[in-house]
């Protein structure tokens, strides 16, 4: 027995490490939460301060509704060249976050009854991997997006060439990951596509890299979703010599915040409601915005609407009149429900009025409308997003409209063509039917006896008794 009362070879201790922005943050609470209920001891790391308040305010939420969960901050070091900043407040804080990582080291090794692992995200390998080595910790990364996306992740530093340029046989029309059909080259975030050097790019190919150093990797997927990839990995086509990837996913989400009913949606018909939006860091150009407020208008279909008007949320302080302009809002307010502000998401996806979800593509709005079996009309934006959405219409649970822009290219879709996108997507009832199936496959995978249960509980199994 330890000091603290816990036998280490029952209870393990892990420590968990998140990066920044709430598509990172929200899986790690995931799992915390499943680990603790599962009689894991956890240890939450939180890198001070935040990006935005919906993280502060999530952990605030964790730490009230869970106080056996200890936190521990890290506190963050200024980054000398903050110039970068402009690129994307979110990538520059994984820099700094990185940029503080050596200060893990005396924090772990203070941490009581001793650690049998640390959990970490991916933006984070190539710092901390060095960290735990040297302490002799087990590292496991927590890779917050599709298993097809780890398969780019993990293959990108191989197929640029040794100037980090994008002109190999494997970069050309089609991006060719071994084991796997190509990807188109238009659905690959375009900053790694980039000739010159900018975050995104080094930080695949740095924790690309490092991640195969890990004792392990868990995705928020799994075979239902991602069988291909997940096959691919395992299999060792990928690349030879991965650690292990555990596909634990979907976690279940755990309601955490005690948000306002929705009361507007008590008061709509089952299934009649589409929910928009795209998610909690993508800004939309203002043309856009109206267009898709007229389109959703024109649909003639019921829908809510959470509007961002900036990738960060405290800077966030139009006024959606001065965003829409009077005359569109009050043709959105017959049929429709607008909001500037946080919504919790997973109470939306599971009321009974939502039949659709018009969605960015972010992995766990994706994992989220899946758990509740909403369809999706997929609109990619940036990042990983083209990748997960072609996942989803595969399956047959969404729509996605390929000609529709994304990150930033100077197009604006119109109007006519949304509103006739959704009168597709929520009149379709196969694709209804298929969402209410693939729901009843992903809730069984993490019940207990299914694979992602199984595979979790393993891996608690596997670190009793290794401190
Ligand atoms: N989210 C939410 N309310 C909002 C916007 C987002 O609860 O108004 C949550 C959403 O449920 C998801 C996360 O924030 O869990 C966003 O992650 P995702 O991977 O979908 O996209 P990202 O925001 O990282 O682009
Ligand atoms: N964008 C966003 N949130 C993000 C990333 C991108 O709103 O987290 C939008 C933003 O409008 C940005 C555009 O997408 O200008 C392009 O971003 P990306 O990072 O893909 O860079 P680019 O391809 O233009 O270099």
Known sequence: MSSSGYDPKLTPHVALLPSAGMGHLTPFIRLAVLLTTSNVRVTFITPYPTVSLS?????????????????????????????????????????????????????????????????????????????????????????????KMLT????????????????????????????????PRSWIPPPLLQDTKNLLKSYFIENGKKMTESSGILVNTNETVDGESLEALSKGKVLRGLP????????????????QPL?????????????VSFGSRTAISREQIRELGDGLVRSGKRFLWVVKDKKVDKEDSLELMDMMGQQLMERMKEKGFVVKNWLNQ??????????????????????????HGVPMLLWPQHGDQKINAELVER????MWVKSWGWCGEAMVVKGEEIAETVGELLGNQFMRSRAAKVRNEVRMAVDEGGSSYKRLADLIESWKGLV
């Open 55 to 147: 993280e502060s305010q999530s952990l605030s939420h964790l730490f009230s509704t869970f106080p056996r969960i200890t936190r521990k901050q890290l506190h963050l070091l200024p980054l000398e060249d903050p110039s970068a900043k402009s690129e994307d407040p979110f990538y520059y804080h994984f820099e700094v976050i990185r940029h503080s990582s050596h200060l893990l080291s005396p924090l772990l090794s203070s941490l009581s009854p001793p650690l049998s692992a640390l959990i970490t995200d991916m933006s984070l390998a190539s710092t901390v991997i060095p960290i735990t080595d040297a302490l002799q910790l087990p590292n496991y990364i927590f890779f917050t997006s599709s298993a």
């Open 346 to 371: 997973e109470e939306v996806l599971s009321h009974a009025a939502v039949g659709g979800f018009l969605s960015h593509s972010g992995w766990n709005s994706i994992t989220e409308a899946l758990w």
């Open 395 to 398: 399956i047959g649970v969404g």
């Open 152 to 183: 780019l992740f993990l293959s990108f530093h191989i197929m640029v060439d040794p100037r980090d340029r994008c002109e190999t046989s494997e970069m050309k029309d089609f991006i060719k990951i071994a084991g796997l059909e190509p990807i």
């Open 244 to 259: 292990p990837v555990h596909a634990i996913g979907p976690l279940p989400p755990f309601n955490l915040e005690q948000s």
């Open 263 to 275: 009361a507007w949606l008590d008061d709509q018909p089952p299934g009649s409601v589409l929910y």
